[in-house]
């Protein structure tokens, strides 16, 4: 059920039933009061005293429209007083409710679609909503994804499963040799990766002010503001291409690379 819906029925009920509990208090202080009253000073005894004082007579003829509205319209006056108080004071709460709903991030389901199908109307573009489970399942495929290119193009998983205890070493050079020439095509096909720094490792090297932390990792003894001077230990890589095959459509985002069964 909405939310929203769901607060501004139950508060315009509990407001509406508090502020008539009220009224009736107020009511029936009044009502009781104005009986205690006369129980002191009874209607003949104030005709009685008015006869014999004609300033008591006057202003008794002030106070009698007075005290007449008061007995007429005071229990209306102050249910309608209540009840306006009431509405008053639910807006305020439904406005604030509103408000903490917005600021939390939850909206009316009802409210969101009202809004959909107007910018349908208008022609406006609605974004579609993420599915975050299935990004991450597509993001757990692009790791496995070049991977699964090297060992299509040259073998790459068979090669790190296998046990090379068994074979001679110039067996495993020979099948390295084929397994790097593979391997380093398919990188050059869709990858084509180069060198981040482009000279030969163990020359000197000076990094400049404002280098990209990200291309040039620093290591030994790092202290001071750059510029550093340094050795090069490792030119690094960076993908001057990226132009993989599309992703498999396998359900199982696990495969790497499928069984191979030939049929006889």
């Given amino acids: 059920m909405n939310m929203i819906k769901s607060f501004t029925r139950r508060s315009l009920v509990w407001t509406f039933f508090v502020m008539i509990l009220l009224a009736?208090?107020?009511?029936?202080?009044?009502?009781?009061?104005?009986?205690?009253f006369l129980s002191l000073m009874p209607v003949s005894l104030i005709q009685?005293?008015?006869?014999h004082s004609d300033a008591f007579k006057t202003g008794m003829e002030k106070l009698l429209p007075i005290a007449t509205a008061l007995k007429t319209f005071y229990i209306p006056v102050v249910t309608g007083l209540f009840i306006f108080l009431g509405l008053f004071l639910w807006l305020v709460l439904r406005g604030i409710f509103i408000r903490l709903m917005k600021k939390a991030g939850i909206g009316d389901d009802q409210e969101n679609k009202k809004i959909k199908k107007d910018n349908l109307k208008q022609g406006r573009a609605i974004k579609p909503e993420i599915d975050?489970?299935?990004v991450i399942e597509s993001n757990k495929r692009f790791y496995l994804h070049l991977l699964a290119v090297l060992q299509r193009e040259g073998r790459l998983v068979d090669f790190f499963n296998e046990d090379l205890s068994q074979y001679e070493d110039a067996q495993i050079g020979a099948a390295v040799r084929s397994i790097q020439?593979?391997?380093?095509?398919?990188?050059?096909?869709?990858l084509k990766p180069k060198a981040v720094i482009d000279q030969n490792e163990g020359d000197s090297i000076s990094i400049p002010p404002g280098f990209d932390p990200n291309a040039i990792k620093l290591t030994g003894n790092v202290t001071g503001e750059p510029p550093f001077q340094g050795v090069l230990r490792h030119r690094g890589w960076r993908a001057s291409r990226f132009d993989l095959p599309?992703?498999?459509t396998v359900q199982d985002l696990s495969i790497i690379a499928p069984a191979e069964v030939e049929i006889l």
């Avoid at 593979?182 to 096909?189: G, M, V």
């Fill in 48 to 51: 009685e005293v008015a006869v």
């Fill in 181 to 190: 020439e593979n391997c380093k095509n398919s990188l050059k096909k869709y």
């Fill in 246 to 248: 599309t992703l498999s």
């Fill in 24 to 36: 009736f208090l107020f009511d029936a202080a009044g009502y009781y009061g104005h009986r205690f």
């Fill in 132 to 134: 975050k489970q299935a």
